[in-house]
């Protein structure tokens, strides 16, 4: 079964291996596009206004990542474009002040003594480069965009990572990298992204293809710092139960 077959293939790869849109290229199979999974021949269809124009393979069969990889292709680009072209680029996400004795604190916590606030950056005050599939500093992997400073290269770089079925394993996420996670399930939620900018998410991802691995939110940050225990306004009010056994 085709892997997201409510959508159609509107984006593909020309002779240039350059991203275009259906209403970009000339129709039919003149329109010399490729899809971006397995490189097959596309036509362009472009059916009147009552059916949305798409690509469709030449061969007649289907492409079960097709929809996947343009996905794929067009977080990369429209994410990047819009880091590039704003005054301001935000990312938000939560942070957390423990109390300061939450280290020693010797009673059983059936909650954790802290408080929470979300923090808002605009990354574009401390970072001005974003390029694709560029190598991480310290680990053997390609990012899909890294954020960067051209003036300060000193300064700890933004990966990005975008996913539709398929997360990041757990050793590039946790390898000491500021590394946002980002799952794009449509054209429209990467257009939210490139509009609103990169805001953790409680919202979690549902798998619709039985490839779960993990409990995934659809925009997760590894590497950040999000908490601290300098909080010295936590009550030290503490709740004993006691227990009489008859």
């Known amino acids: 079964m085709q892997k997201h077959s409510a959508y159609r293939l509107t984006y593909a790869l020309n002779e240039?291996?350059?991203?275009?849109?259906?209403?970009?290229?000339?129709?039919?199979?003149?329109?010399?596009?490729?899809?971006?999974?397995?490189?097959e021949p596309l036509t362009a269809k472009n059916q009147g206004k009552k059916r949305m124009h798409h690509f469709a393979h030449q061969s007649g069969t289907e492409c079960d990542y097709a929809i996947e990889s343009m996905l794929h292709l067009i977080a990369k680009e429209k994410i990047r474009e819009a880091f590039l072209s704003k005054s301001e680029f935000w990312i938000e996400f939560e942070y957390k002040s423990f109390c300061v004795?939450?280290?020693?604190?010797?009673?059983?916590?059936?909650?954790?003594?802290?408080?929470?606030?979300r923090q808002r950056f605009n990354i574009k005050q401390f970072y001005d480069s974003c390029e694709q599939e560029i190598p991480y500093d310290n680990i053997n992997r390609r990012s899909d965009l890294k954020i960067y400073s051209s003036t300060n290269p000193e300064r700890d770089p933004i990966y990005l990572e975008f996913f539709v079925t398929h997360a990041s394993d757990k050793e590039k996420l946790h390898s000491g990298n500021k590394i946002i996670e980002i799952c794009v399930e449509?054209?429209?939620?990467?257009l939210q992204?490139?509009?609103?900018?990169?805001?953790?998410?409680?919202?979690?991802?549902?798998?619709?293809?039985?490839v779960f691995e993990r409990n995934l939110q659809k925009v997760c940050f590894y590497g950040f710092k999000n908490k601290d225990c300098k909080n010295s306004r936590i009550s030290n009010v503490i709740e004993f139960v006691r227990y009489i056994l008859q």
């Open 186 to 190: 449509s054209e429209d939620d990467i």
């Open 16 to 39: 240039t291996g350059q991203l275009v849109n259906v209403d970009d290229v000339l129709v039919g199979k003149k329109c010399g596009c490729f899809c971006p999974a397995c490189k």
């Open 101 to 117: 004795n939450n280290e020693e604190c010797k009673f059983i916590k059936y909650n954790e003594c802290y408080e929470s606030k």
């Open 193 to 210: 992204l490139a509009e609103n900018g990169i805001v953790e998410s409680n919202n979690h991802y549902v798998n619709k293809y039985n």
